[in-house]
C-alpha cells in the first residue's frame, strides 16, 4: 500500500498538472492522487499533491497565498494573456515613461478588482472557460476581489519596441498573474502579456527542494503531520485525547490550549490525528486521518 502524504513538485514547462499527476499515480502505484492548484502549461515552479488520505489536506493548502516570478512583455496583447496566444495588437513600448509603470503597477497593488483571464479553468455553465473559448464562444467572466501584496519590478530590458519587465508577486488565491500583465498593459496604453511564469511559494512551502517529475517516488513524500503543522500549526494530544478525537468525541474545556483555529491535532508518537476546531470551550475534530496514514 502507498504511504499516505504529501508531494511537493517542481512542475517543468511544457506539462499540464494533469500531466504531472498522471506521472505522479504511475510512479506511485495509485490514482488516489489529488493537487492543490493548477499552473498553467507554460509555467513552471511549485505543485502540491496529495497522495492516499492526505488529499483531505489539500483543502488547507490550496486557499494560501503564494509567489510567483514572471516576465511581462509590454508592446503586445494575446488572446490568452500569455505567450501560448495569438498575438493581438502590437504598440512600440520602448519610450514608455518609468514614473507610468510605478504608477500603474501601484494601481495593481493591495485588495483589487480583477477579471480572470478568458482561458482560466474557472467553470461557466459547468464548462471550463477555456473549453469554451477554444470551441468559439463568446466567454465573459465576473470580476473578483484579490489581494496583491507585493508587486516589484527587478529588472526591465528593451527588445526593439517591447519592453520586458521581470517581477515578483506575492497574491492571495485566486489571483491570475496572466490578468496582472494584461491590466498592466492596458493601464499603460501598450498592452501587455505573460512570458514567462514560476511559481517558488505555496503559503509555508518554498519549491527549494521540491521533486522533479522524474523523482516522483515513496522517498519524496512529506508526512501528513509535518504538512499540517507547517500549514495551520500543531495542537498537541495525549494518546487518550487521540483516541477519542477519532471515534468523534469532543475534549471539553481544551479550547484554552488552541494556538490556533483550525489546528493539527498531534499524537505523542508524532502522527497527524485530525485537523480540529473550537466548539464553545470544547475541541473538536472536523477531518480525521485513518491511524495507519497519519505518520
Known amino acids: 500500500m502507498v504511504a499516505s502524504g504529501v508531494l511537493l513538485v517542481d512542475k517543468p514547462g511544457g506539462m499540464t498538472s494533469h500531466d504531472v499527476v498522471a506521472r505522479a499515480r504511475k510512479a506511485l502505484g495509485t490514482r488516489r492522487i489529488g493537487h492543490a492548484g493548477t499552473l498553467d502549461p507554460m509555467a513552471t515552479g511549485l505543485l502540491i499533491l496529495g497522495v492516499e488520505a492526505s488529499t483531505r489536506l489539500l483543502t488547507y493548502i490550496v486557499g494560501l497565498d503564494k509567489t510567483y516570478e514572471a516576465t511581462i512583455r509590454l508592446g503586445a496583447t494575446t488572446d490568452t494573456d500569455d505567450a501560448d496566444g495569438v498575438i493581438g495588437a502590437v504598440t512600440d513600448a520602448a519610450a514608455v515613461d518609468p514614473a507610468a509603470i510605478t504608477a500603474a503597477i501601484a494601481d495593481l497593488t493591495g ?9 482560466s479553468a474557472i467553470k461557466v455553465g459547468g464548462r471550463r472557460a477555456y473549453d469554451r473559448v477554444r470551441a468559439g464562444e463568446e466567454v465573459e467572466l465576473a470580476a473578483r476581489t484579490v489581494t496583491v501584496s507585493r508587486f516589484d519590478v527587478l529588472r526591465d530590458r528593451r527588445d526593439g519596441g517591447f519592453l520586458d519587465l521581470d517581477v515578483v508577486v506575492d497574491s492571495s488565491s485566486g489571483t491570475y498573474i496572466r490578468a496582472l500583465a494584461r491590466d498592466l498593459g492596458e493601464a499603460l496604453g501598450v498592452g501587455g502579456h505573460l512570458t514567462a511564469l514560476r511559481r517558488t511559494r505555496i503559503g509555508p512551502f ?7 517529475v522524474d523523482d516522483l517516488d515513496a522517498t519524496a513524500l512529506r508526512a ?3 504538512v499540517a503543522t507547517a500549514v495551520l500549526g500543531s495542537f498537541p494530544v495525549s494518546a487518550d485525547e487521540a483516541r477519542d478525537l477519532r471515534h468523534g468525541k469532543r475534549l471539553r474545556g481544551a479550547a484554552s490550549r488552541l494556538a490556533r483555529i483550525p489546528s493539527a491535532a498531534i499524537d505523542p508518537a508524532g502522527g497527524l490525528v485530525g485537523i480540529v476546531d473550537r466548539r464553545g470551550d470544547d475541541v473538536k475534530s472536523v477531518m480525521n486521518l485513518p491511524e495507519e496514514a497519519s505518520v
Open 111 to 119: 485588495e483589487i478588482s480583477q477579471v480572470p483571464s478568458r482561458v
Open 206 to 212: 518554498g519549491v527549494v527542494g521540491a521533486a522533479s
Open 224 to 226: 501528513p503531520a509535518e
